[in-house]
């Protein structure tokens, strides 16, 4: 039995909504764990949450890529490549100019200030943040001053991997009915094969940086992750293979994942340095890494294929969550951040317990988005500015302007 691919896949609404929804957690996260660095630190740190974050991490934004793509190649078969162009572009770029100039300022502030590196003074901040000239901040600045894009990173990445990836849609569907034939479990190995080569040489040389211009090892990885699900969403048969395999894929991410925290908890310490930094050790690690990215994209999108391609279920019996979801799914994403930054800083004043400081974090985080949404979908120009489908005010018999019949 193969799977259609021409209508409506609910599955990946659901699980792009909670992927998301699961991103807001893990930067709430961010804030309590001491490794990693981030904007602004609690005093309270949690290695076990460190653990349950690195979950996560290897391969979440990866989801969404992926997810990215499907959507894209689905849309095709209903759209012209130059009308998905546009959307996109609409979509993505015009929220990302309104996030770096508006939405991410607070977190750059807060972050100065934690640090002494700035004066008290938000608006005089934002005045010489906008400026690319400023002399404020010479250690942190970028070609364009101190403006960043900071956790909206993932628009200006989808935006070039949409336009890669359109331009070269003839190239890809033809490639996608030559790889018709070709089973499934070939496909994985080359995928993670193209991964562990990726890891092999360019995440030494290339660290993350989300600068876009210099992040070669992200660009190997999630360029592949990107045209991976495109052509993946046109094969019904890798598709449905996934579904019905999803328990064991589930299975080996689990392994994996669990040998990656006993390496970091020292259970691997035994064993030679020289073995990690030879070939055949960095190899072994390579593919636990890329069985355990792959593993755990191709697991979420069997659970979702079996029980989330639907559009209403016990959790949105009239379809409304959904609805719902997907039109504030980019408002949340833009505003989560800088919400988590603002609310840390005031709570962090409060010296409140720990675990009653993280509730009413994920409470008033939650509650800003959702009221930030509720202000951005009544009025045209913020919809636009936050990526929503925006109808232009029209002119009525009451409001059209008085035509002058003077000669």
Not at 9 to 36: E, K, P, S
Not at 243 to 263: E, F, G, K, N, P
Request: net charge positive; hydrophobic share 55%; glycine share 6%.
């Amino acid at each position: 039995m193969t799977l259609t691919t021409d209508k409506r896949r609910y599955d990946l609404d659901w699980l792009r909504t909670l992927v998301f929804g699961l991103l807001i957690l893990y930067h709430i996260g961010m804030y309590y764990v001491a490794d990693w660095g981030w904007h602004i630190k609690s005093d309270t740190t949690s290695t076990v949450l460190q653990n349950l974050m690195i979950l996560t991490n290897q391969w979440r934004m990866s989801l969404l890529f992926f997810i990215s793509a499907m959507a894209l190649a689905l849309a095709q078969q209903r759209s012209s490549r130059l009308k998905l162009f546009g959307l996109r572009s609409n979509r993505l770029l015009i929220p990302l100019l309104c996030g770096m100039f508006i939405v991410v300022v607070p977190q750059v502030y807060y972050e100065a200030l934690s640090q002494q590196l700035i004066e008290p003074g938000f608006i005089n901040f934002w005045w010489q943040y906008i400026n690319p000239n400023t002399d404020l901040l010479p250690g942190h600045h970028s070609p364009i001053g101190l403006l960043t894009w900071n956790h909206l990173w993932f628009l200006p990445y989808l935006w070039c991997y949409s336009v890669l990836v359109l331009l070269a849609a003839p190239l890809l569907n033809a490639l996608a009915k030559l790889l018709q034939p070709l089973p499934a479990s070939i496909a994985l190995l080359l995928v993670m094969a193209s991964l562990i080569c990726a890891w092999f040489f360019l995440r030494q040389a290339y660290p993350s940086s989300h600068a876009l211009v210099d992040d070669w090892y992200n660009h190997a990885k999630y360029l592949l992750v990107f045209i991976a699900g495109y052509l993946f969403a046109l094969q019904g048969n890798w598709w449905q293979l996934v579904i019905a395999q999803r328990r064991w894929l589930m299975l080996a991410a689990m392994l994996c994942y669990s040998l990656i925290i006993a390496d970091r908890n020292g259970l691997f310490d035994s064993l030679p340095a020289s073995f990690g930094e030879s070939v055949s050790g960095r190899l072994i690690v390579g593919v636990v890494l890329a069985l355990n990215h792959w593993g755990w994209i191709f697991a979420l999108i069997g659970y979702a294929g079996r029980y989330l391609n639907r559009p209403t279920n016990a959790l949105d019996k009239n379809g409304s969550l959904l609805h719902y979801c997907n039109n504030a799914i980019l408002p949340w994403y833009m505003l989560h951040q800088t919400l988590i930054v603002v609310f840390a800083v005031w709570l962090k004043a409060l010296a409140l317990p720990v675990a009653i400081e993280a509730v009413l974090l994920i409470t008033l985080t939650c509650a800003g988005c959702w009221l930030g949404f509720e202000v951005v979908k009544r009025f045209w120009l913020s919809r636009w500015l936050f990526g929503l489908k925006v109808t232009l005010p029209t002119l009525t018999t009451a409001n059209r302007p008085m035509q002058n019949n003077t000669p």
